[in-house]
C-alpha cells in the first residue's frame, strides 16, 4: 500500500497492519481521513496507474479465471458426485476445489478494478472481502495441503492401524476445523478500513491504508500467523513427502522394485514436486515479505518504498495461480481423480474415432 499521510512519499510502507508504514498519523482517524483526498507520492501515483497494474496484472488475473473457473468446477464435480468411494484424500481435496473455485469467483471484482485504473467503485465492504479472501484463501490452501501430506504419510506408513480413524468422517472434522482457522485469519482483515479517497485518482482498495501506533498489534499478530500458516506448514509438508519417498523407496527394494511400489513412489515423487512448486512459487513470496515487513514495522524502520510495493503486488499474483496449479495435485494426488480424468479422455477419444469412422 503507499504511504499515507495528507504529504505521502512513497508506495510501499502502509499496509495495513500487514506490510507498511505510515508517518506519524496518530491524531488522525481512517474516517478522518476519508472525508478529504489524500494525497500519496508522484512515484506511487505513477505506478498505480501504471502499466503493470492496470494492464498486464488484470491480464494475469483474466487468464487465471478462464483457466481456473473450469478446471475447479470439474474438479469439485468429480470429487463430490462421480467419485463414489470417498476416501480421505478426496475429502481434502474437493475441499481444496472448493476454495480454489471461491477465490475464483471473485477475481472479476479484482480485474475490475485493476482495469479501472485502481479506481474501487464496489464499496467499502466488498473491498474487505476481497482482501480478506485472499488471505483466507491462500491460508485454507496450505492447511488442506498440510492435512494431505500427513494423511498420506499415515496411510504409508501405518496402512491397517490407520483404517480405523482415516475415514471420511473424522476427514470432514479435520476440514472443518482448516476453514475456520483459515477464515480466523480473515477477521482482521474485515475489521479494517480498506478503501481510502486519493487525489488524482479516487478511490483505492487495499493499495493505500492507514497505519499509527494503535496498530502495531496487528504487526506481531500477522508474524505469528505467518509462521503458524505458512513456515510450520511448509516444514511439516516438507518432512511428510520426504519421508514417503524414502519409505517407498526402501519397501521397493525390499520387494524387488514392484510395479505397484515403483507407481507409488513415482506418484509421490510428482505429488512432492507439485507441492513443492505451490510453495515456493505461489505462497513464499508473499509469506516472506509479509513476515519481512512486519519485522520492519516491529522494529520501526522503514520499508523501501515503490521497488518493494512492486515485489508485493507481483507477489499476490504469484500467490492466486495456484487456483490453477492444484489440479496438479489433484491428478497425482488421488488415483480416483486419475481414472475419472483418464476415462473422460478415453472416452472422447473412441467418440471421435466413430465419427471419423461413421463420415
Known amino acids: 500500500m503507499a504511504w499515507m499521510e495528507h504529504n505521502c512519499s512513497s508506495v510501499f510502507e502502509c499496509r495495513v497492519n500487514i506490510t ?13 481521513l476519508f472525508k478529504d483526498a489524500l494525497r500519496i507520492s508522484d512515484d506511487a501515483l505513477l505506478f498505480l496507474k501504471g502499466s503493470l497494474v492496470t494492464r ?8 487465471l479465471f478462464i483457466i481456473s473457473l473450469p478446471l475447479n468446477t470439474l474438479a469439485l464435480l468429480t470429487f463430490t458426485c462421480k467419485i ?42 466488498a473491498c474487505r472481502v476481497l482482501t480478506s479472501a485472499f488471505y483466507c484463501y491462500m491460508y485454507c490452501s496450505i492447511l488442506l495441503m498440510m492435512c494431505m501430506s500427513v494423511d498420506r504419510l499415515v496411510a504409508v506408513l501405518f496402512p491397517f492401524a490407520s483404517l480405523t480413524w482415516r475415514n471420511v468422517k473424522n476427514s470432514v472434522y479435520l476440514c472443518a476445523v482448516v476453514w ?9 482483515l474485515l475489521s479494517i478500513t480498506q478503501t481510502f479517497n486519493v487525489k488524482h485518482m479516487s478511490i483505492t482498495c487495499h493499495d493505500v491504508s492507514l497505519y499509527n501506533a494503535a496498530d502495531q498489534k496487528y504487526v506481531y499478530l500477522f508474524s505469528i ?26 519397501s521397493g527394494r525390499l520387494a524387488k522394485s514392484s510395479s505397484s511400489t515403483s507407481d507409488q513412489r513415482r506418484r509421490a515423487v510428482m505429488m512432492f514436486i507439485a507441492v513443492l512448486i505451490e510453495f515456493v512459487v505461489c ?39 495456484s487456483v490453477f496449479l492444484d489440479p496438479l495435485l489433484y491428478y497425482y494426488g488421488s488415483f480416483q481423480c486419475k481414472q475419472q480424468i483418464r476415462s473422460v479422455l478415453r472416452w472422447r477419444r473412441t467418440k471421435k474415432a466413430s465419427n471419423i469412422s461413421s463420415t
Not at 56 to 63: A, E, K
Not at 180 to 188: G, T
Not at 232 to 242: A, D, E, M, Q, R
Not at 283 to 297: E, G, K, R, S
Open 20 to 32: 507498511s508504514h505510515l508517518y506519524n498519523t496518530t491524531d488522525l482517524t481512517a474516517e478522518q
Open 84 to 125: 463414489k468411494e470417498k476416501k480421505p484424500a478426496v475429502i481434502f481435496m474437493s475441499n481444496l476445489a472448493c476454495v480454489d473455485l471461491l477465490f475464483t469467483l471473485l477475481l472479476p471484482l479484482k480485474i475490475h478494478y485493476h482495469l479501472n485504473g485502481s479506481h474501487w467503485v464496489y464499496g467499502e465492504a
Open 180 to 188: 475456520l482457522l483459515a477464515i480466523a485469519v480473515a477477521i482482521p
Open 225 to 250: 500467523l505467518s509462521c503458524l500458516y505458512f513456515f510450520l506448514p511448509l516444514v511439516v509438508t516438507l518432512v511428510c513427502y520426504s519421508t514417503i519417498i524414502n519409505s517407498l523407496s526402501k
Open 283 to 321: 505462497f513464499a513470496p508473499t509469506n516472506v515479505i509479509l513476515l519481512y515487513h512486519c519485522v520492519l514495522l516491529a522494529t520501526g524502520v522503514g520499508g523501501e518504498g515503490n521497488t518493494s510495493y512492486m515485489t508485493y503486488m507481483l507477489a499476490l499474483c504469484a500467490g492466486s495461480s
Open 56 to 63: 498486464v496484472m488484470p491480464s494475469f488475473y483474466i487468464f
